[in-house]
């Protein structure tokens, strides 16, 4: 079983990310050959300063080391070491209708919040779908707002195979099934765009202003609260144990306890449940030529697969004979 994700390095990883996207792709590494990369690509569209791109795809690169993505069961690599896929996004845009790319709410979403309406942005699911195609990938590991890019990287690869004979995979979505949308600090979804952001690897005294800012109703300390509905329950049950749930949601029914007090409850648990993946980081921090190697071994490995896909995809359609 192939399975392959990929991570755009457009900001600070945050515990949405992770819970949603870095996490189960983690877990997977363990059941069929993981591909997992960093979408350079794609974030020049919406990252135009060059060295902010390279400090982010440095900094993804050290978090997903740092929570657990090990290289000896992954091929971890950069989207642009591997330039097939630019070709294959060619090939695919040939035979996309602009009905896939009109339907897709990510492209609607950043244009409404200001992006500039590029033909990149547009065309950015077509790109996802080479990403995907190109590694003969069965299972993708995703949070639930790239489930529409998955649908239409199915559709487009129906098309090519149904034009050119079977030269896709079609691949399947692997979407967490509890908590598939971390909510940020407002309650959205946390997301970097919507500034609500808890960070994997802020600052302890940053992290902790921030779990403090999160927003509450004004249910006096005495009052009994609603456990059902609460941002601070919801991301505490992601990073506390059972037990610490239940007397959590027991404190919440009792009244008693303010949110001042669940909140310190939830940064304590939230800091330890990171703490080894903080220690980790640090080590890797040390040596970037050690994480500099890997990307480059990933790359080589990743383009081997990529190049035996394209030549297919070549010759089904009368590039290449
Ligand atoms: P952002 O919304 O902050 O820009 P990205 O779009 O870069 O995040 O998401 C990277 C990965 O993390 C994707 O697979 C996405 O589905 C997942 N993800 C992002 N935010 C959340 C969230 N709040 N809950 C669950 N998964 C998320
Ligand atoms: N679009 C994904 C995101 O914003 C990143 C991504 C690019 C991706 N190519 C991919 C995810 C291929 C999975 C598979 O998070």
């Known amino acids: 079983m192939r399975i392959l994700s990929g991570i755009q390095p457009s900001g600070r990883l945050h515990v949405g990310n992770f819970f949603g996207m870095m996490q189960p792709s983690i877990r997977l590494q363990e059941e069929g050959e993981a591909f997992y990369f960093i979408a350079d690509y794609h974030s020049l569209t919406t990252v135009q300063d060059p060295d902010a791109l390279k400090e982010n795809v440095s900094n993804v690169a050290v978090d ?15 989207q642009s070491d591997v330039p097939e896929v630019t070709e294959l996004s060619w090939l695919l845009s040939t035979v996309t209708p602009m009905g896939f790319l009109n339907r897709c709410h990510s492209y609607k979403d ?9 033909h990149g942005l547009f065309a950015y699911p077509v790109l996802m779908a080479a990403d995907i195609l190109i590694y003969d990938s069965n299972v993708v590991p995703i949070g639930d707002d790239q489930k529409q890019h998955l649908e239409v990287t199915r559709d487009i690869a129906t098309k090519f195979n149904n034009l050119y004979g079977d030269v896709f995979v079609i691949p399947e979505p692997k979407i967490r099934g509890d908590k598939a949308r971390v909510p940020g600090l407002d309650g959205q979804k946390m997301s970097k765009s919507y500034g609500n952001i808890l960070e994997l690897f802020g600052e302890e005294k940053a992290t902790r202003k921030k779990i403090m800012s999160i927003t509450t109703d004004s249910t006096p300390v005495e009052d009994p609260k609603d456990p059902s509905n609460s941002i601070i329950v919801d991301l505490f049950s992601l990073v506390a144990s059972d037990q ?10 009792k009244g008693g306890v303010g949110y001042g007090d669940f909140k310190k409850r939830l940064f304590e648990a939230f800091w330890e449940y990171f703490e080894p993946m903080r220690a980790r980081r640090k080590e890797l921090c040390e040596d970037p030529q050690y994480i ?4 480059k071994e990933g790359a080589a490995r990743a383009r081997e697969a990529a190049s035996a896909t394209l030549k297919r995809a070549r010759h089904s359609c009368g590039i290449t004979s």
Not at 292 to 295: A, T
Request: with cysteine.
């Open 110 to 118: 950043k244009t409404e919040r200001g992006l500039e309406a590029t």
């Open 64 to 78: 997903f080391l740092a929570c657990g993505l090990d290289p000896n069961k992954a091929v971890f690599f950069k």
């Open 292 to 295: 500099e190697n890997i990307l």
């Open 244 to 253: 610490q749930l239940e007397e959590m949601k027991d404190d919440f029914l």
